[in-house]
């Protein structure tokens, strides 16, 4: 099989947006309080919204299987789940939560790990599942698509048709969490990053207000949503640009190096970063892993010698693909694999697909700290595989976690004008991430703070020698949809005085009481 089993452990980052619908339960609240509460909600709410709307209170399966999450350490807790059949229940939501000062959260199907969430108590869980339609229009150029839909539905309902679109590379995910964060993608060389290709939104805002916002309307709130979108409004459906399906069959390649290769392996993926054109081959992503070798000796992984897992994903035939997969080749990995496979089962294939490791119960508590960067820096490579071996040798509950590195194609997201949408970070052709999964221990924050310790120290090793990152006091870019919690404002949304400016003005605007305040707010 071509995925190997150490990537599943740590392919979760394609993930991270939102709360998941597998696993962890959130942690239960005093029942008198949650009851209280449930009994508010059917009885004001209840018959303001339509009859295929439903309310899940508290203990119920339909409740249960709505709350679960993946990752342990994030906890909001809610009183009632409800599930709007139509925009106007969302709405009904909103302004009944306000009325009553309940906190809310808009939830889909993602892999919410920022510290935030767990702020959130008592709160109304607004389930988006059933807002799940798909309509391609007349021109074949764009769908409009409900706010919960997901990436796997989304993907094979557009090759059906003929049709692509950029979506979150794990297709548990939904559609538009990675979306309004920025949203990497495996078509990001031909297509951009999936906010780009955001044509208008519907949404609720933070009064109840439904809304359509584009380029003509409302176009300071579209600015804003396209890259901290999380913070304005519940969308219930987007216009989105899609494609013809012009690489149906894509090619994978892994292989496992140890340490001695690691200098040569960062090398060439220098190289494979910056082709003629000075940018990476359009149709390529490469995702690298730091990872102890589950392999090796079975399920005892070897702690003190973690091995290099380069991944190629590429749009196109195994003829080119196999181009970059030749040099590495000649480095005499540990193992090497590559295969073919149609786009509609590569995420299965390369395991990140709904049916994949990463997008079931794993028991763990998970977070991630991520830096943008603008180049390989070996040294400071070296630096953090070092940091890597303590963290994981003292500390074994933390054995599954990896250290990644991102190489999306960034030709298509540079074309967009810097300044034309929230997200700040065009210039970063690399994200590199500590992503640590553990046990949860008792008390529960031990794990907790060892996990933040490792990940503020890996990401100050890796400033002091990369001068091109270093932006003030140093500081660094991180993507707010893999960010732990305690980044500053200006980390997630950039530095520029005139964009904090305006996310700050549009944020007082549209959202004066933080009622969207659970995932990375504007500060």
């Known amino acids: 099989m071509f995925a190997i089993r150490a990537v599943l452990f740590v392919l979760f980052n394609f993930c991270v947006q939102f709360i998941y619908t597998h696993p962890h339960l959130s942690q239960r609240a005093p029942d008198s309080q949650v009851a209280s509460a449930a009994d508010q909600v059917q009885h004001h709410l209840g018959s303001r919204l339509s009859s295929g709307a439903r309310i899940y209170r508290a203990h119920s399966t339909a409740y249960q299987n709505a709350n679960v999450r993946w990752s342990a350490a994030q906890n909001p807790t809610f009183a009632a789940v409800i599930v709007p059949a139509k925009d106007e229940d969302v709405v009904a939501a909103v302004q009944f939560a306000n009325a009553k000062k309940i906190p809310f959260l808009a939830v889909n199907r993602g892999h919410g790990t920022t510290t935030d969430m767990n702020n959130l108590h008592y709160g109304l869980n607004i389930y988006l599942r059933n807002l799940n339609s798909i309509t391609i229009a007349p021109d074949g150029k764009s769908a409009t698509m409900g706010g919960g839909v997901y990436g796997d539905q989304v993907i094979r309902y557009l090759a059906a048709n003929g049709k692509v679109a950029a979506t979150g590379s794990c297709t548990c995910t939904s559609l538009l969490g990675p979306a309004l964060g920025g949203g990497f993608n495996r078509y990001q060389g031909l297509h951009g990053l999936m906010l780009d290709n955001i044509l208008s939104l519907t949404l609720v805002t933070?009064?109840?207000?439904?809304?359509?916002?584009?380029?003509?309307?409302?176009?300071?709130?579209?600015?804003?949503?396209?890259?901290?979108?999380?913070n304005f409004g519940i969308v219930t459906s987007v216009e989105y640009r899609i494609f013809e399906d012009e690489t149906p069959v894509w090619w994978a390649g892994t292989l496992v190096f140890e340490k001695e290769s690691l200098d040569d392996v960062f090398r060439l993926l220098s190289v494979f970063n910056k082709n003629e054109t000075g940018e990476q081959d359009s149709r390529a992503t490469f995702f690298t892993v730091l990872a102890a070798d589950t392999e090796l000796v079975g399920n005892n992984p070897v702690l003190n010698n973690p091995v290099l897992i380069v991944s190629i994903y590429f749009a196109g035939s195994a003829s080119d693909g196999l181009s970059y997969i030749q040099p590495l080749l000649a480095l005499n990995p540990l193992r090497s694999s590559n295969q073919s496979v149609l786009y509609t089962d590569f995420a299965d294939a390369v395991g990140t697909g709904v049916k994949s490791p990463v997008c079931s119960y794993l028991g763990n508590s998970a977070a991630t700290f991520p830096v943008g960067l603008k180049e390989y820096d070996i040294d400071a490579i070296h630096q953090i595989y070092d940091l890597f071996v303590e963290f994981v040798s003292e500390h074994p509950d933390f054995r599954s976690s990896a250290i990644q590195f991102e190489a999306y194609p960034m030709g298509e997201v540079k074309k967009v004008e810097e300044g034309s949408t929230a997200y700040a970070h065009r210039e970063d052709k690399l994200m590199v991430s500590l992503l640590a999964l553990y046990t949860p221990s008792s008390p529960a924050s031990t794990n907790d703070d060892i996990a933040h310790d490792y990940g503020t120290r890996i990401r100050q090793a890796l400033l002091p020698s990369s001068p091109s990152l270093r932006l003030q006091d140093q500081t660094f870019n991180a993507y707010v949809n893999y960010a732990y919690g305690d980044e500053t404002t200006e980390m997630l949304y950039g530095y520029e005085a005139w964009r904090?400016?305006?996310?700050?003005?549009?944020?007082?605007?549209?959202?004066?009481?933080?009622?969207?305040?659970w995932y990375h707010p504007i500060r």
Request: net charge positive; glycine share 12%.
């Open 206 to 230: 933070a009064n109840g207000t439904l809304l359509t916002t584009s380029p003509t309307q409302h176009p300071d709130l579209f600015w804003a949503m396209r890259g901290a979108g999380h």
């Open 500 to 517: 904090l400016e305006k996310l700050r003005a549009l944020k007082k605007e549209w959202d004066p009481r933080g009622v969207f305040g």
